[in-house]
């Protein structure tokens, strides 16, 4: 069976899913039949066809009227910004992947279900009180027919979760800081301009620029064990996409940088494949740009300080890689049932 989905939001996240969804050849699993964004239905349009990060699009796009044509497929154009008059039970919409960064709340999820929707997944973290929050390839396997409403979690936190699952496995993880190299986002101004946060009032591309991060919370909330046991700063950098992390992590057991590099290689090509990726290639941030890992591993940046202190360097693609594991939760929900 098809699932159809709506995506609410056609920002940087709902256009990579679109994207993903054609470019991965899963359009005979998941279907998209509206979207809703408030931007103007030529925008919509535009901005899948061309894209500053990830090139043109190589699907025919056309938009006719609240129409927009991939192929031959014909997707419904909505600008409703009152979610619970959104036309999902008309439209038999299976799952509504909200990817409009304003909404997160089990309230908000409560109301795509009262238009119509069965279940409904988040682009962000959300709160605390949804049904599931779910990082795909650690635990996906927790949902439930009864988890009608869900988070992806953060793409940060995707591209983390898994490297510190195999390390605590492999040998217990005491306590550990994150430090995320982001690439610019859509809050920070081309030239200075307000914002409540005094440091997102600079321009994005003169400086590095620390910000707020909730990743120690969105870890605790996968792994509970962990709580206040690790830390968490973020920085945006001037750069379009693809992030990188710094994760410092102290163990019990005695380790060497060659165990750490084989356990995460291995983890590539078996537990975590299509997951986690490791190269020892003298890479950039560009060459990840467009990788749908939610990880990947820089084993050349690997280091151990006295046998029980791990520094690892791990990267991501924090649209492409996010998009695609909104596809595979997706398919994860649908599978439980409705």
């Known amino acids: 069976m098809t699932i159809r989905i709506a995506i ?24 998209v039949v509206a979207i809703n964004e408030l931007a103007s239905a030529e925008g919509i349009a535009h901005l899948l066809k061309y894209d500053s990060s990830h090139g043109r699009f190589s699907w025919d796009v056309r938009q006719e009227g609240d129409q927009l044509y991939v192929g031959d497929d014909c ?16 439209l038999s919409v299976d799952v509504v992947l909200d990817c409009s960064g304003v909404y997160g709340s089990r309230e908000d999820g409560e109301a795509h279900l009262t238009a119509g929707a069965k279940k409904v997944l988040f682009s962000h973290p959300g709160t605390a009180d949804l049904d599931a929050t779910v990082v795909f390839g ?18 940060t936190t995707n591209c983390i979760i898994p490297i510190i ?78 992030t990188a ?37 003298p890479l950039v941030s560009a060459d990840f740009n467009h990788d749908p890992h939610s ?21 991501c693609d924090n649209e492409w890689g996010f998009a695609n594991r909104m596809l595979d939760t997706t398919r994860a929900m649908a599978a439980c049932g409705f």
């Not at 650690?138 to 009608?148: A, D, I, P, S």
């Not at 990947?296 to 791990?314: A, M, Y």
Request: proline fraction near 3%; include cysteine; charge should be positive.
């Open 8 to 31: 609410n939001g056609f920002g940087r996240i709902g256009r990579s899913i679109l994207r993903a969804l054609y470019e991965s050849g899963r359009r005979a699993e998941i279907a």
């Open 75 to 90: 997707i419904r154009l909505l600008h409703q910004a009152d979610i619970q008059q959104l036309p999902w039970r008309e």
């Open 138 to 155: 650690v635990n996906h396997q927790c949902l439930k027919t009864e988890h009608r409403i869900v988070s992806n979690a953060s793409c």
């Open 165 to 242: 699952k195999l390390l605590d496995d492999a040998f217990s993880i005491e306590n550990g800081t994150v430090t995320t190299i982001h690439s610019s986002m859509n809050d920070q101004p081309v030239i200075d301009a307000y914002h409540h946060d005094l440091r997102r009032t600079r321009a994005a591309s003169q400086s590095i620029i620390p910000v707020d991060t909730k990743l120690a919370v969105g870890i605790t909330r996968i792994f509970p064990q962990f709580l206040d046991r690790f830390e968490a700063i973020s920085v945006r950098v001037p750069t379009i996409n693809v």
């Open 245 to 281: 992390i710094d994760l410092s992590v102290s163990v019990k057991k005695a380790v060497n940088v060659n165990e750490i590099n084989a356990l995460l290689q291995k983890s590539a090509h078996e537990a975590f494949r299509g997951i986690v990726d490791y190269t020892e290639l």
């Open 295 to 315: 990880a990947i591993v820089d084993g050349t940046q690997t280091r151990v300080s006295g046998q029980h202190l791990i520094k690892t360097l791990v990267w």
